[in-house]
Nanobody, 118 residues
Framework: QVQLVESGGGLVQTGDSLRLSCAAS????????MAWFRQAPGKEREFLAD????????HVGDSVKGRFTISRDYAKNILYLQMNNLKPGDTAVYYC???????????WGQGTQVTVSS
């Protein structure tokens, strides 16, 4: 069974940067496509970025393009989300997800809160 644990969230100010981490409890997470999503209070879950199993193809959502970058460290089994120039609108719970058993994102972490003050 694959487990994902996010970390790195916190309270920051407008313009700050944060790097979120998602640790996968499996020896070979490189088998999975992985992604980051977020959900703000009262809003639907929003796709942020994904990266394929080999780390060769990545996509970033339009709402964060140019500010957020996804990457993965295979040696440490960690997925990252580098977030720069944060804005109050980025305040949300951030989740990582993996495609483990299907073509959908079927495995999720518990989320990490990011709060950006103005």
């Amino acid at each position: 069974q694959v487990q994902l644990v996010e970390s790195g969230g916190g309270l920051v100010q407008t313009g700050d940067s944060l790097r979120l981490s998602c640790a996968a409890s499996v020896r070979s997470p490189s088998r999975f496509n992985m992604a980051w999503f977020r959900q703000a209070p009262g809003k639907e879950r929003e796709f942020l970025a994904d990266i394929n199993a080999g780390g060769t193809i990545a996509h970033v959502g339009d709402s964060v393009k140019g500010r957020f970058t996804i990457s993965r460290d295979y040696a440490k089994n960690i997925l990252y989300l580098q977030m720069n120039n944060l804005k109050p609108g980025d305040t949300a719970v951030y989740y990582c997800a993996a495609r483990v058993r299907s073509s959908d994102y079927d495995t999720w972490g518990q989320g990490t809160q990011v709060t950006v003050s103005s």
